[in-house]
């Protein structure tokens, strides 16, 4: 397995501003994704990040909330845009490995 | 629609004693399953995984049971230790674990009693 880890570990913003979570991870994968867990609730995906061509986003997330860049095998970022309280999750990045997927250590990001 | 369920909120198990811990899907697209387990405040971690055409995988500790008929998994932990305690998270993949996103239940957390 690769290692993954995420910047900011957690951060508390306020409404209206954006946050761009980093994803960095130790081996060249093609596959990776980014999820969200708000309070209490399991892992949503939030889209699919393949280097080189657009991320595709799952049901009720917008490329305008949520752009995403994936500008190598190694590294994607997350922008939560705009943001009010309904933001405040943890967000994960994770990386597809054979029939596997690790996760990073996720951003706890509250928004006040 | 909640397509995969994990029913049981929290499960309290002794230690040294069996954990089963399930998961039922309604997707039969659905062609890989994953385990994962969580201590707060970090990401999860992968434990085991079965594909749709296997009943049974198993490693050390671990073992996950797949019934298709019923579309029910389970995971067991022989014998439960106190490091076992966190939430367990399964989750479903189409086109193989490491290749689509993956859909995951709401998950159990696991309390081993010495």
């Known amino acids: 397995s690769a290692v993954i880890s995420q910047k900011p570990s957690r951060d508390i913003c306020q409404r209206g501003t954006s946050l761009t979570i980093q994803c960095q991870v130790d081996?060249?994968?093609?596959?990776m994704f980014w999820y969200r867990q708000q309070p209490g609730q399991s892992l949503t995906l939030i889209a699919t990040a393949n280097q080189g061509s657009e991320a595709t986003y799952e049901s009720g997330f917008v490329i305008d909330k949520f752009p995403i860049s994936r500008p190598n095998l190694t590294f994607s970022t997350l922008t939560v845009s705009n943001m009010s309280p309904e933001d405040s999750s943890i967000y994960l990045c994770?990386?597809?490995?054979?029939?596997?997927?690790?996760f990073g250590p996720g951003t706890r990001l509250t928004v006040t | 629609d909640q397509q995969v369920k994990q029913n049981s909120p929290s499960l309290s198990v002794q230690e040294g004693r069996i954990s089963i811990l399930n998961c039922d899907y309604t997707?039969?697209?659905?062609?890989?399953f994953l385990w994962y387990k969580k201590y707060p405040a970090e990401g999860p971690t992968f434990l085991i995984s079965?594909?749709?055409?296997?009943d049974k995988n198993e490693d050390g500790r671990f073992t996950v049971f797949l019934n298709k008929s019923a579309k029910h998994l389970s995971l067991h932990i022989v014998p439960s230790q106190p490091g076992d305690s966190a939430v367990y998270f399964c989750a479903a993949g189409l086109g193989g674990g490491g290749a689509d996103g993956l859909t995951f239940g709401k998950g159990t957390h696991l309390i081993i009693q010495p």
């Open positions: 994770s990386m597809g490995w054979g029939s596997e997927q690790y």
């Open positions: 079965i594909s749709s055409i296997k």
């Open positions: 081996s060249q994968v093609t596959m």
């Open positions: 997707n039969s697209m659905f062609d890989y």
